[in-house]
């Protein structure tokens, strides 16, 4: 067979989207939101711990810039979505029916749904007046606590959820599955910075560490789902 042949084989058997290609294009959309928002806002985005008018001179004038950062946030949560259902069905299809497989898809569904309600909720604050100062503060705060940990926590499950099972079924490698145990632990302590603001440098620590773990998870696992059923792991 062709190496054509043989890629197009692979691509059928696994009936869904390559994982990495998905993995990576949520992770791209999401990263170039943030030197796209410093370029058009000319503002790095203020903690929510930070004052008041800091907070509302960044909403100022900068209606443009903060539609963007929403446009590519929301954007970067519907493949997220995408890769935690895929995983799911793959797992499934080669009747991998444990806990896991579940972990995964809830967590993935709750994380993207998070980042998404976070973008959203920024985009709302480009409409909203700045002289309303208290409710630009909240809902500040709201697309920070859904795009922070409310989003970065469940990635953690969808990260374990797929390195449990990765590891059990020997779909990946011991390094990768204790990097991915890990990086599911930060995520999860990572709500510690909704009571205590110094824990926020676990945020993109976890969220990125995160985001790397499943383009890289997805290339293995794209491969293990694109061999014949009768074909044994390892």
Known sequence: MTAPASVAAAARRRGGPPLSLVAAVSTVLFLVSIPIGIALTDHVLPSPFAGTDSIVRYYEGNRTGVRVIAFLQLGSSLPLAVYAATATAYLRKRQIRVAGTFIALVGGVLSAGALGMSAVTRWVLGETPTDAVDLVRALHALSFVTGGPGSVAPLGL??????????????????????????????????VSMLWDGAAFLLPIARFGSMAWLIWTGVAVDRWAGRPLSQPNG
Request: aromatic share 6%; no cysteine; hydrophobic share 65%.
């Open 158 to 191: 969808l990260v374990a959820g797929v390195a449990f099972p990765g590891s059990a079924f020997r779909i990946l490698d011991r390094p990768t599955v204790v990097a991915g145990v890990v990086l599911a632990a930060l995520a999860e302590v990572s709500m």
